[in-house]
């Protein structure tokens, strides 16, 4: 009987199951009780890994004594971490911010915390109707997204195609923080981010209309973005019924006059 009884997602080929396998009876072996549990990121938790992809694993212990820290090599990589580290939820902007998507979608191998350890990996990913606020209003990525959004309809007026271009590739980042927040979710690497559309699909943005979006919208495409725009206004809209404000609707309004450019390639 092995040491470590893990559960594995269906899309883990047996080579893969072999080496986290014995990676968790090592560890096991090693740290007894203070070894909590395994989390799968990465490509192969995702199901996407390929012949070169490496296995990330997170290794969540009670406490990491000194001296333990990440191990690379070509086949797995293993990142020790508490479940203190997992519960506390960096915000955005910060420098633990950006690596809350590695806990998306990410199968939880073994969990010795009654749960404790898989509400972690949930929460890391989630975004909490406060923080939403936060993201869209207080950081400005919503107004952030109109700013070089019009910034690049207005070169499109001037005919200048590279500054669109420029402007317009610009507010894709701030684009994709505005459509994951007011969904609830943090934002995914690029490299995920058709999978996790096609995966778990966004309400509003199916990945057939976003994507195609996206690639028009970094050609510099200013129907794209006026058709964005439309679909944001009204996911601004849902959004603030559900939060019994209109904060963001407020902030898209405050623009006036200026928001004829989303409508039309000539405002009166």
Request: hydrophobic share 35%.
């Amino acid at each position: 009987m092995p040491i470590v009884d893990m559960t594995f997602p269906a899309h883990l080929s047996p080579e893969r199951r072999d080496l986290l396998m014995s990676v968790g009876e090592r560890i096991d072996r090693q740290h007894g009780d203070n070894f909590l549990g395994l989390v799968l990121s990465g490509s192969a938790g995702r199901g996407m890994a390929t012949d070169r992809s490496d296995v990330d694993v997170m290794v969540v212990l009670d406490s990491v004594p000194d001296g333990c820290s990440t191990s690379r090599s070509p086949t797995i990589d293993e990142m020790p971490t508490t479940l203190s580290e997992l519960e506390e939820l960096p915000t955005f902007g910060t420098d633990g911010w950006w690596y809350r998507w590695s806990c998306a979608w990410a199968p939880v191998l073994l969990d010795r915390t009654d749960g404790a350890l898989s509400d972690a990996v949930r929460r890391q990913a989630l975004v909490s109707p406060e923080e939403a606020d936060a993201i869209l209003i207080e950081h400005d990525r919503l107004e952030g997204w109109l700013n070089y959004a019009y910034r690049a309809l207005k070169s499109d007026r001037d005919g200048r195609e590279l500054e669109r271009r420029l402007d317009a590739a610009e507010s894709v980042p701030w684009l994709l923080d505005v459509i994951f927040s007011l969904a609830g979710r943090v934002r995914p690497y690029h490299k995920y981010l058709p999978w996790e559309l096609r995966e778990h699909p966004v309400e509003g943005w199916p990945a057939d209309v976003l994507l195609p979006l996206l690639t028009r919208t970094l050609d510099g495409d200013p129907d794209a973005i006026r058709e964005t725009f439309r679909l944001v206004v009204a996911d601004c809209d849902q959004y603030d019924a559900r939060r019994g404000h209109t904060r963001t609707r407020d902030m898209v309004d405050g623009w006036g006059d200026e928001l004829a450019y989303f409508e039309s390639p000539e405002p009166g």
